[in-house]
């Protein structure tokens, strides 16, 4: 079963970026649909975009534009490329990876915008 590892998060300033990187061991990210989501504060968790075995890519009406996912096979990671962050996207960010019926989830890192 794939085990999930995130990283990147913190506080950046409204306007700012970050690149959040979910580290995947124990099985491969290409075969697996790979998705971020994330949880505001005292909401519930929400999907941010996803990436299939086939490289389709889905993402939320408030990732459009701002937010690129993308994998990278050799290092068998998926990252999440955030632009013009805006205190909105304030939120725990998981790391989600499904296949079949198996679904795993990373411990999640957090992202604060605010200045």
């Known amino acids: 079963q794939v085990r999930l590892a995130e990283s990147g998060g913190g506080l950046v300033q409204p306007g700012g970026s970050l690149r959040l990187s979910c580290v995947a061991s124990g099985n491969s990210v290409s075969t697996h649909f790979m998705k971020w989501y994330r949880q505001p504060p005292g909401k519930q968790r929400e999907l941010v975009a996803s990436i299939g075995p086939g490289a389709n890519i889905v993402y939320s009406d408030s990732a459009k534009g701002r937010f690129t996912i993308s994998r990278d096979f050799a290092k068998n990671a998926v990252y999440l490329q955030m632009n013009r962050l805006e205190p909105e996207d304030t939120a725990v960010y998981l790391c989600?990876?499904?296949?079949?019926?198996?679904?795993?989830w990373g411990q999640g890192t957090q992202v604060t915008v605010s200045s």
């Open positions: 989600n990876a499904k296949r079949g019926v198996i679904e795993t």
